[in-house]
């Protein structure tokens, strides 16, 4: 996702995500396309699919796989996250989250950017899983990194119960509120090749018509 501080709106959520290819469910460390494309981006930006791109699209739209242990203790699962960081940092396109199958790995992976700890720092998130949704929703503008020059207003829970593995692997369980929910939950649907245009309430915008401020 990426934020956008628009005249009209507080923030716009732009998300990037990671795809990769294809998904498999016995799969044990990541496949050799997998360890290709993560071992070409050399731990620095990835190329971000897009909906403009018919089969960038159609990759979008796969229901990723979970990462294994032994992916996750693999040294292309610490470049991959290398990668998606550079990725959603991109000064050019800036973000606040990014899941895997945006780049072209079609993993349940993403990295999303704290807003709710000190130093708003990204951390990365492995088989993230929403258990638990409030009743209380909120409207707001999203936009996202694969689908260029639109944004438009999503309701999400404000607060979700979320499991998930670290980076060691191991399970953890968080309650997160606020714009860090919305991230998660606009990353995570990547996970299941949804888009945020797949929840508008009302017609898409274009952001063009107002300036962008950070
Ligand atoms: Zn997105």
């Known amino acids: 996702m990426q934020p956008m501080m628009l005249r009209s709106f507080p923030r716009i959520l732009v998300c990037v995500m990671v795809a990769t290819a294809a998904a498999g469910c016995a799969r044990q460390g990541f496949d050799a396309p997998e ?8 731990g620095g930006m990835m190329r971000v699919l897009t909906i403009a791109d018919r089969s960038d699209s159609l990759f979008l739209r796969r229901s990723a796989t ?4 032994e992916a996750v203790h693999s040294r292309e699962f610490a470049q991959l996250c290398r990668s998606m960081l550079a990725t959603v940092r991109n000064p050019e396109n800036e973000g606040v989250g990014i899941a895997a199958p945006q780049v072209g790995i079609s993993r349940r992976l993403v990295a999303v950017q704290r807003f709710d700890k000190p130093g708003e720092p990204f951390e990365v998130y ?6 638990r949704m409030s009743d209380s929703v909120a409207l707001g503008p999203e936009g996202c990194l694969s689908v260029p020059d639109l944004y438009g207003r999503v309701e999400r829970a404000q607060e979700i119960g979320l499991s998930y593995r670290d980076t060691a692997f191991v399970e953890r369980t968080e309650t997160v509120r606020g714009y860090t929910a919305v991230i998660f939950q606009h990353e995570i649907d990547h996970l299941d090749g949804v888009l945020y245009i797949d929840r508008l309430v009302g017609a898409p915008l274009r952001p063009h018509a107002a300036p962008q401020e950070k």
Request: no cysteine; aromatic share 0%.
């Open 35 to 42: 360890r290709r494309l993560i071992a070409e981006s050399r």
């Open 66 to 69: 979970p990462l294994t242990a």
């Open 126 to 131: 492995v088989n993230p899983e929403i258990v």
